[in-house]
């Protein structure tokens, strides 16, 4: 073990207040990529980098072992406009730390790497281990881990480090955005119409709040399917020939998005059109040994609604970390300062359950 459990614990820390103090909005990571290769520096660990993502292997990897993924995101949403402090100066009162990207990842960011660094020289691993800080989380974007997996060994198993308050989310709901069109008769509104496409969206819009896909998971529950925007019209005296909508759909583990965009486009009294079909659902199972392990520790599972990396990974994947996910993107951000020591704490005893069996 390269050194103490409590000093990780404090360079966490002073890592987390580095990185609040450098803006590293999605695709704008170069900064705070820096200061993770600073911690690598500092640990004598060999690291990579690949565009803003840094990256490491435990010292004693083995290509013939199965390989767990560590992974969280250095980078953050723009501030929400409500902040009363500056979101980019990490104060400490009354026990938490305020700051942009303190509680969404970055706490568990810096928890996976202290834990990472924690097991770096153990040998004897079942498995072998892997750290990704990883960038473009937020914006989905096509340089973050999506763009490490081709270059990585094959993953057999991934931590992904989101708020959980340190509970097991053994699955995690995908998303499928699809753009939306009502067509109807484009006229003059001072005549007849039976054909507005406004009108007509109104029987859409009701059959898109009453259809249920009927797979049902027992972690995640029913697929949500919600219409989120409606855009019509040039001017008043003009009936447009489309209405267009967005519909923002929730996926569970029983299907695939390719599934939910081929059940939607035969049945849905519109046209519809996927953006992407790439960020599915996730999930482990519960008696993988990882989530076996963190239940002997009384952490309890569930599933989350909220997407993450996760949806870049094919193998069973975990979301464990410090903070709550009700913090993220929300005005004066911050993290308890306690939840990170624990966090380094439990990850590391989950961890030494799952790899030193």
Known sequence: MITEQNLLIEKAIELLQKLIATPSFSSEEDMSAQHLEFWFQEFGIPYKRVNNNVYAFNKYFDKDKPTLLLNSHHDTVQPNKAYSRDPFEPHIVDGKLFG???????????????????????KNLNHNIIIAATAEEESSGNKGLNSLLT?????????VGEPTLMNLAIAEKGLVVFDATVHGTPSHAA??????????????????????????????????????????????????????????VRVNDRYNNKEIAEILSNEAPCELKPRSLRLNSSSIEKNHPLVISGIALGRRTYGSPTLSDQAALSCPSLKLGPGDSTRSHSADEFIFIKEIEEAIDLYIKILNGFLKK
Not at 100 to 122: H, K, R
Not at 223 to 235: D, F, R
């Open 100 to 122: 942009l990207g303190s509680n969404d990842a970055g706490g568990c960011l810096v928890s996976l790497i202290a834990t990472f660094t924690f097991f770096y020289e153990s």
């Open 151 to 159: 270059i990585l060994p094959e993953i057999d198993v991934a931590i």
């Open 191 to 248: 005549h007849p119409n039976s054909n507005n496409a406004i009108y007509n969206t109104m029987e859409v819009l009701e059959w898109f709040k009453n259809y249920k896909f009927p797979k049902i998971s027992e972690v995640l529950g029913e697929v949500k399917l919600t219409v989120t925007q409606i855009n019509a019209g040039s001017q008043h005296n003009v009936v447009p020939a489309i209405v267009n909508l967005v519909i923002d």
